[in-house]
């Protein structure tokens, strides 16, 4: 996933994919030589949209802050008074399917949907124009196809009461509606945008997609059978992804065209599956995280608990190396979210590196390891999803995440003590004890904040989705009784980036929810669990099997959305030849994590770099050993169960 990159908004879209932004530049009409008349069209249409965008970020934001409230008074109910609010789960379950849509409309309009443009930046203007109508003409076609099947999906929610709110659960599934009909009209704002002047790019586009689209049908008519998953999903779908087209409508218009043209599904299934690989109450904890962590950056903790670290051992040769390791391991603790933590440890870390002559080649090379390396380190975003489509639980999964972790950063700093020791790099003074320990009292409640988070959800104060807002009340309660200091200009705005990065996250869980699904309709799932199965070479074969299947699938689809589909099909055989759920998770979280960050089509390298500020081509000069000794580490854990489930209870 990808994640898709909560505190990077900011930064400057990274080289082979985009990340969210700031900017709606996509919604700008741009300057070209049509008459008046035309100009006024595409003008008002533009305003729509932004306005549409603008909407969705303020009541978003405002969603973000009440499901917060619901979920902190229902924590504080149940914990301090023994008052369970029984009614505050599905409150903020109506308002996260919202909140979902929202945040997917701010990311459109931002251009914040995770997407590969590797192929887009490699070829002229002319075929890129092409390739970008292309894209967004597919996206209006995919979810004009929805928002007509869902009108029955909707239907059916009108007669669905829910026991606990006694309202109809149409409330919640109309946020399905309303948020496809305003996604598809920012859609078709950007193809009226991009389309001025450039009539003929449109008409190719157009035309490319008709032929493309008889062709299929045809091939499917004269094949048939299985083979019909290799059009659609591989042949289809890898297409839709590589001329840039968002993953999520990628997989998307896959699944809806397969079902259509070679079922009798009725295809309402589909938003349905949207819906619930989405909804999950679970899944909230996803933007709680992204909110902690953006006010952890913003109230200065990040960077004053790396300050204390390079007290420590910033003095050694590759300190400032082993600081960043250290600093992605406790921030990784904290938001969840990769971007994230970058965002968070980069401003810090990089302008004093470079000062002492580190090569930005190792620089990009150690924050994109890192990230990679954290994978499992509490709360992560990715253990909750793998947690919810596979059933493992997720308080096994936090308890189980911090040693993998620990043996992969140990080798990594191995990595960087030699890359130091050849780089012949300056040394600083060492830190008298006053400095050190004036930094330590200023970290102190940066260093607390993880503590405060595994505690309450391993003694079971609170719920992984409630635990992010204990945490979002510490952060608020310590800006303003210690540091004295809280900007709320700017939270509201972390509120709004929060909202934006959720909802790029979450359709792309519901959009392969439903290529899942659909998977498993046609027995594929089946069929590759009795092919592996039957592979020669028990445990180890497998174990082999899955961690070149994640690293290859991590890189090719991103973290998240490679977990949803295959973790479903691969956690039972698991199962099956005795292989502890937990450990198996380890081994399929750090191997799709060594995927995401691998070059070239690892998107979460590309993130690492656009934070950086560093030309991708400069990284690929050091990353590999960190990744090699990063495989080295999975095959490590895969090995050793104990890593995994040594302090799990019995």
């Not at 059978?225 to 968002?246: N, Q, T, W």
């Not at 390396?373 to 308890?399: C, D, H, K, Q, R």
């Not at 310590?478 to 990065?501: H, N, W």
């Amino acid at each position: 996933m990808q994640d898709n990159a909560s505190a990077a908004i900011a930064t400057k879209p990274p080289e082979g994919v985009t990340a969210p932004g700031r900017a709606s530049g996509t919604l700008s009409p741009p300057a070209g030589n049509a008459g008046p008349d035309a100009h006024r069209i595409v003008s008002f249409v533009a305003r729509v949209a932004r306005g549409i965008a603008v909407a969705a970020e303020h009541v978003a934001a405002v969603i973000v802050l009440v499901v917060t409230a619901i979920l902190l008074a229902g924590v504080t109910s149940r914990y301090l008074f023994n008052l369970p609010l029984r009614w505050s789960d599905e409150v903020a379950s109506f308002l996260f399917v919202w909140l979902t849509m929202l945040g997917s409309i701010i990311a459109l309009a931002r251009d914040g949907h995770l997407r590969l443009t590797a192929i887009e930046r490699r070829v002229g203007k002319r075929a890129r124009i092409v390739l970008g109508l292309i894209s967004r003409l597919l996206v209006v076609s995919m979810l004009g196809w929805l928002l007509f099947v869902s009108i029955e999906h909707l239907e059916d929610a009108l007669y669905s009461i829910n026991p606990m709110l006694h309202i109809s659960d149409a409330w919640r599934s109309g946020a399905m509606n309303v948020g496809l009909f305003l996604l598809a009209l920012v859609a078709f704002a950007q193809i009226v945008v991009g389309a001025r002047g450039h009539l003929r790019e449109l008409l190719i586009a157009g035309g490319c997609i008709a032929l493309t689209a008889a062709f299929l049908y045809g091939l499917s008519i004269a094949t048939g059978g299985r083979y019909d998953l290799v059009l659609f999903f591989l042949l289809l779908g890898s297409a839709c992804v590589l001329i840039g087209m968002p993953i999520a409508f990628a997989f998307g218009l896959a699944a809806i065209a397969f079902l259509h043209w070679t079922t009798s599904i009725p295809l309402s299934i589909v938003v349905g599956r949207f819906e619930a690989g989405m909804s999950h109450l679970i899944l909230l904890s996803v933007p709680m995280f992204i909110v902690l962590g953006l006010m952890f950056e913003m109230a200065g903790m990040a960077r004053s608990m790396i300050s204390f670290l390079a007290s420590l051992v910033g003095h050694l040769r590759g300190g400032l190396s082993y600081v960043m390791l250290a600093a992605m391991y406790l921030v990784s603790g904290i938001s969840g979210a990769k971007a994230a933590d970058m965002a968070a440890i980069a401003p810090a870390m990089v302008p004093e590196m470079r000062r002492r002559g580190v090569p930005d080649s190792e620089l990009v090379s150690l924050l994109a390891g890192s990230s990679a390396m954290s994978e499992t380190i509490p709360p992560s975003l990715v253990l909750i999803t793998i947690g919810v489509v596979t059933g493992v639980s997720i308080g096994a999964l936090f308890t189980g995440g911090l040693l993998p972790a620990l043996v992969l950063a140990l080798l990594m700093c191995a990595v960087a003590r030699y890359n130091a020791g050849r780089d012949n790099l300056s040394m600083p003074a060492r830190a008298t004890w006053k400095a050190t320990s004036q930094a330590f009292f200023a970290a102190i409640p940066g260093l607390i904040l993880p503590i405060v988070i595994r505690t309450a959800v391993v003694e079971g104060v609170a719920t992984a989705t409630e635990v992010a807002t204990i945490g979002v009340l510490y952060i608020f309660l310590a800006a303003i009784i210690v540091y004295r200091r809280f900007d709320f200009v700017r939270f509201y705005g972390v509120l709004k980036e929060a909202a934006a990065l959720s909802g790029a996250i979450m359709i792309i869980l519901g959009a392969a929810n439903a290529v899942s699904w659909a998977l498993t309709q046609t027995g594929f799932s089946q069929d590759l669990a009795q092919s592996i199965t039957a592979m020669p070479g028990g445990v180890p074969g497998f174990m082999a099997m899955s961690i070149l299947l994640f690293i290859v699938f991590g890189s090719l689809l991103e973290g998240i959305p490679a977990l949803v589909i295959f973790g479903p099909l691969l956690f039972p055989i698991a199962r099956a030849l005795g292989i502890h759920e937990v450990q198996y998770a380890m081994v399929a979280v750090l191997a799709m994590g060594v995927g995401l960050y691998m070059p070239p089509f690892g998107v979460g390298y590309y993130t690492a770099c656009a934070i950086s500020r560093i030309d991708p081509s400069e990284g690929m000069l050091r990353i590999w050993p960190y990744l090699g000794v990063l495989i080295f580490g999975v095959a490590i854990v895969a090995a050793v169960p104990w890593i995994s489930t040594g302090f799990l209870a019995r």
